[in-house]
Nanobody, 125 residues
Framework: VQLQASGGGVVQPGESLRLSCAASGNIIRINTMGWYRQAPGNQRQLVATITRVGDTNFADSVKGRFTISRDNAKNTVHLQMNSLKPEDTAVYYC????????????????????WGQGTQVTVSS
């Protein structure tokens, strides 16, 4: 299973960005997909998650500004970030949790906690 994230960049305060992440592999099901972020000197922190049935969870700092969505058929998750602030500057990591996939040997594997490579988001005037 591999995760490919995209959509980071440099924006000014108040602007928007959309992050996308695609999970690839012989995936049967992913329960939770989400985004975390890590600013320099800080630990990685939850931004938002979404379950397969659409239940969402957001960090208090992004509530009302960020939305998360997913396409179960395509195994993709998107983070729409509006009204960005300088404190949103961080490397954003895509995460999938509770995943079921099939190996080339046809064996089924249930696993937790896959991470994407990270994409930089910089909010600066």
């Amino acid at each position: 299973v591999q995760l490919q994230a995209s959509g980071g960049g440099v924006v000014q305060p108040g602007e928007s960005l959309r992050l996308s992440c695609a999970a690839s592999g012989n995936i049967i099901r992913i329960n939770t997909m989400g985004w975390y972020r890590q600013a320099p000197g800080n630990q990685r922190q939850l931004v938002a998650t979404i379950t397969r049935v659409g239940d969402t969870n957001f960090a208090d700092s992004v509530k009302g500004r960020f939305t998360i969505s997913r396409d179960n058929a395509k195994n993709t998750v998107h983070l729409q970030m509006n009204s960005l602030k300088p404190e949103d500057t961080a490397v954003y990591y895509c995460n999938v949790d509770d995943i079921l996939y099939r190996l080339p040997t046809d064996e089924l594997v249930a696993a937790r906690g896959y991470w994407g490579q990270g994409t930089q988001v910089t909010v600066s005037s």
